[in-house]
């Protein structure tokens, strides 16, 4: 983006060449930053493209007239969503980047427009905390002091923290989320990807209560923190006792099930993963809605029949699920081994 910068560190007493660059969002190992989140995150059109071939420029003008012994020290590694193919290794040297990065190839041969058209294509969604993260960014951070800590509510507390507005996350896994959860409740499993998820689909308006245990309030408080989440009012280890609203489930169906709904061709399908596993191999006639997506778009989504949803192995579907529950559906049903167990089963798939 426009304000970005990045830093290259000498050795004043000896060299006069730089020793390393601090790129951040700009060189990758083996990969570059993405220009479209002003226009995908920000809705601020035409600067995608723009952006692509500034990025362009910045490489063919400014970043490849330095030595190849430059290491490159990055601020994103594989994994994030501020690029589509990045490794896995902390850092790299301009000198590999320039003969094994994608891009390398376009710089050689000049080739400015099929560079953009390579950058912008198949680039992951962004999430929608982009946005927010751009206004704290230009606007400053809450400052908190310390680490949030969120004591464990008491049944009276916690029905009066729902009764306020607030949003219970349930961080337990898919099959006891499905199993019993309270009306409204999303599911974001405990483990890696809590930042992510929450990032995509709770309201930054809202306090917040965690479904989990003791030991795991830390970790999550440090997760949803880094996504500028910190309204956390408390926890609650159990449903047992505190719940006093409606209980929901969420039917959970084999593969051997969900290929007799395919059959029938009664029922909707719904492919909550992103779009390049989507484009790989997807169960035929379903639609792709990304899961972060989906409440963004769930006019698109019917009421009148079956949906059954899967991802990969039925952990993003069951996260999904949850956030239209919370808006309201309920005929939605969890390929819980995803598309994996599908395909195990040779049932069909299209790509």
Known sequence: TPEHISFLVYDGLEAQEPLLAITGDFVFVGDLGRPDLLEKAVGQAGTAERGAHQQYHSLNEKFLSLPDFLQIWPGHGAGSACGKAMGAIPATTLGYERRYAWWAKYLIEHDERT???????????????????????????????????????????????IAEGAVLIDTRDKASFGAGHLAGSLNIPFGKMVSTWAGWLVPYDRSLVLLCQPDQVETLVRQLIRVGLDNIVGYIPTLEGYANQPIQQVEQIDADTAYQMFQSDGAFWLDVRGLSEYREGHIPNAVNIHAGRVVQQIDQIPTDR???????????????????????????????????????KGYPVNH
């Open 115 to 161: 560079f953009v058209e390579d950058l912008l294509r198949d680039q992951p969604e962004s999430p929608t905390y982009f946005a927010v993260m751009k206004r704290l960014n230009r606007d400053g951070m809450p400052i908190l002091g310390s680490l949030p800590n969120p004591p464990q509510l008491t049944p009276e507390q916690f029905q009066n923290a």
């Open 306 to 344: 079956p949906v059954v949803v899967y991802c990969a192995s039925g952990g993003r579907a069951s996260t999904a699920i949850s956030a239209l529950m919370a808006k309201g559906l309920t005929n939605l049903k969890n390929l819980a081994g995803g598309i994996g167990e599908w395909i195990a």
